[in-house]
């Protein structure tokens, strides 16, 4: 079965550092999504991509915060300036058609990021 | 705004033992809804989801789950549960229109002999 796959497992960066994590979404899957799970807590939307641009975004993506496609196999979410409480389980996620119909979403295993 | 809410932050069950995990949302409508497993160091597999029909939907590893529209509810069963079964479970459930999971906090779930 195709999968979701994550790059890497793990990321440690020092803060202030940027980040870039990677994704590669199953192959024939449109919509693209980044969800965090900080440690003990619920697994929180960050924001989803369609047609090349952001089609909805959670109040924790902010102007830190960038997504991209920059070929036809990768998604990446870069973090520009990295905080502590930006450590946490990031989840990619892609689907066949968009969150809010009969296509569920299939993740990653996810990037584990400890900020320093 | 949807919200999901997991009551049980924590439950241990026999091996053979049946389970049921509570889920309760709020939503105005009829939400897509999800239950997602996370086994440690793993990320999020899919169990079972509802759209629409039957209320009751069969998911993978023997697990089901019954949406009761009068309740809000959307409770995982199974059972009788496997060692291999220990893991964190996920409510989650989707707006029709909106492009996002709303995940609950979680349920850990501890198997013991």
């Known amino acids: 079965e195709p999968e979701v796959t994550q790059t890497p497992s793990h990321q440690v960066t020092q803060m202030g550092q940027e980040v870039i994590l990677r994704c590669v979404p199953i192959s024939n899957h449109l919509y693209f999504y980044w969800y965090r799970q900080i440690l003990g807590q619920k697994v929180e939307f960050l924001v989803s991509?369609?047609?090349?641009?952001?089609?909805?975004k959670s109040e924790i993506f902010d102007d830190q915060f960038s997504v991209e496609r920059p070929d036809g196999s990768n998604f990446t979410l870069k973090i520009r300036s990295t905080k502590l409480e930006d450590s946490a389980m990031y989840f990619c996620?892609?689907?066949?058609?968009?969150?809010?119909?009969?296509?569920?979403?299939?993740f990653g295993d996810g990037t584990r990021l400890s900020i320093l | 705004a949807q919200s999901v809410t997991q009551p049980d932050i924590h439950i241990t069950v026999s091996e053979g033992a049946s389970l049921e995990l509570r889920c309760n949302y709020s939503y105005g409508a009829t939400p897509y809804l999800f239950w997602y497993v996370q086994s440690p160091g793993q990320g999020l597999q899919l169990l079972l989801k509802?759209?629409?029909?039957?209320?009751l939907v069969q998911g993978i590893k023997g697990f089901e789950a019954e949406f009761k529209r009068s309740q809000s509810s959307f409770n995982l069963r199974k059972p009788s549960v496997h060692w291999s079964d220990a893991a964190e479970y996920f409510c989650?459930?989707?707006?029709?229109?909106?492009?996002?999971?709303?995940f609950g906090t979680g349920t850990r779930l501890t198997v013991i002999p």
């Open positions: 996620a892609s689907s066949q058609t968009w969150g809010g119909s009969n296509q569920p979403q299939h």
């Open positions: 989650a459930v989707a707006g029709r229109g909106a492009n996002n999971l709303f």
């Open positions: 509802y759209f629409s029909g039957d209320t």
């Open positions: 991509f369609y047609n090349n641009e952001i089609s909805e």
